[in-house]
Antibody, heavy 121, light 107 residues
Framework: QVQLVQSGGEVKKPGASVKVSCKAS????????ISWVRQAPGQGLEWMGW????????KYAQSLQGRVTLTMDTSTGTAYMELTSLRSDDTATYYC??????????????WGQGTRVTVSS | DIQMTQSPSIVSASVGDRVTITCRAS??????LAWYQQKPGKAPDLLIY???TLEAGVPSRFSGSGSGTEFTLTISSLQPDDVATYYC?????????FGQGTKVEIK
């Protein structure tokens, strides 16, 4: 079965960086893109960016441009999200999301379990 | 970015009631609209994609409709397990954008 298993929670100080991993299993990694979505406590969902697992192309949310970097390791089927210059309002649960482009357009279907990142001095 | 507006923010209904949630897009998203259910402490679960296609394993009491800029999610007979927050999401263009969520409660 399809699984996206994310790394554990992190506590960081303002100005630091965090790197979250998302290991895929149960399908061919390179056939499905990965997006990252975050959710601040008690808030809604915010798309952060996308990476093509086929060729590594990326797209980023304008609000995070310059601070977020998406990468991948096709040998292990793992996607990574790195966020730099952390601020208190980056405190959130971060999700990786698989997208399935066989459903007409590229539809998000499976989500990781989430990684809680807390930014606090 | 395309703005997604959901209404209502909270709906309180009795078991067995019909519940309808509306999602409006600031510009057309064709039929590329998904609905999710999220329970506290969990990741969202896909319910419906392409506006009206039920994801495998989702109970048939859930249905979706609409195209362009107006969409609805309907729960035909509300069950206790349906207590959750529901989000719409457009995937017509990056950035994906989400509605602000509708909390469904049992009266």
């Amino acid at each position: 079965q399809v699984q996206l298993v994310q790394s554990g929670g992190e506590v960081k100080k303002p100005g630091a960086s965090v790197k979250v991993s998302c290991k895929a299993s149960g399908y061919t990694f390179r056939n499905y893109g990965i997006s990252w979505v975050r959710q601040a406590p008690g808030q809604g969902l915010e798309w952060m960016g996308w990476i093509s697992t086929y060729n590594g192309n990326t797209k980023y949310a304008q609000s995070l441009q310059g601070r977020v970097t998406l990468t991948m390791d096709t040998s292990t089927g793992t996607a990574y999200m790195e966020l730099t210059s952390l601020r208190s309002d980056d405190t959130a649960t971060y999700y990786c999301v698989r997208e399935d482009c066989s459903r007409g357009s590229c539809c998000p279907d499976y989500w990781g379990q989430g990684t809680r990142v807390t930014v606090s001095s | 970015d395309i703005q997604m507006t959901q209404s209502p923010s909270i709906v309180s209904a009795s078991v067995g009631d019909r519940v309808t949630i509306t999602c409006r897009a600031s510009q057309t998203v064709s039929r590329w609209l998904a609905w999710y259910q999220q329970k506290p402490g969990k990741a969202p679960d896909l319910l419906i994609y392409s506006s009206s296609t039920l994801e495998a394993g989702v109970p048939s009491r859930f249905s979706g409709s609409g195209s362009g800029t107006e969409f609805t999610l309907t729960i035909s007979s509300l069950q206790p397990d349906d207590v959750a927050t529901y989000y719409c999401q457009q995937y017509n263009t990056y950035s994906w954008t989400f509605g602000q969520g509708t909390k469904v409660e049992i009266k």
